[in-house]
């Protein structure tokens, strides 16, 4: 009788055991998808070189002697994307930003 109940206790043991870890499981795919989320709204850094012919003709047409040390890429939720740019004028550094057809943009509008 002590074998069965030990036994009985054994198994309830290891199914309340085996409910909690998949539980947990699906709080770290919730953390997961949260920061994946998160992540698709930030710049990532490129090179400049790589920038559209539309970016590089509008920095050479609106900042003149203005070189590019700097760039980075967004991809927005409607797979526009925009550009932040780090230029030295002159000696100062300013960063803009742009889409990718070289219309300037406020900081403000990214969002």
Known sequence: ???????????????????????????IEVETEVEMEQEANEFESIDV????????????????????SEAWVMTKEDETKVYKLKLDVKGEHEEVFIDADGNWLKEEDID
């Open 49 to 68: 070189i790589s920038l559209p012919q539309n970016i590089k003709d509008a920095v050479m047409t609106d900042y003149n002697d203005a070189v590019a």
């Open 1 to 27: 009788m002590k074998k069965f109940i030990l036994s009985t206790a054994t198994i309830a043991a290891l199914f309340f055991t085996t409910g909690n870890l998949h539980a947990q499981d699906e709080e």
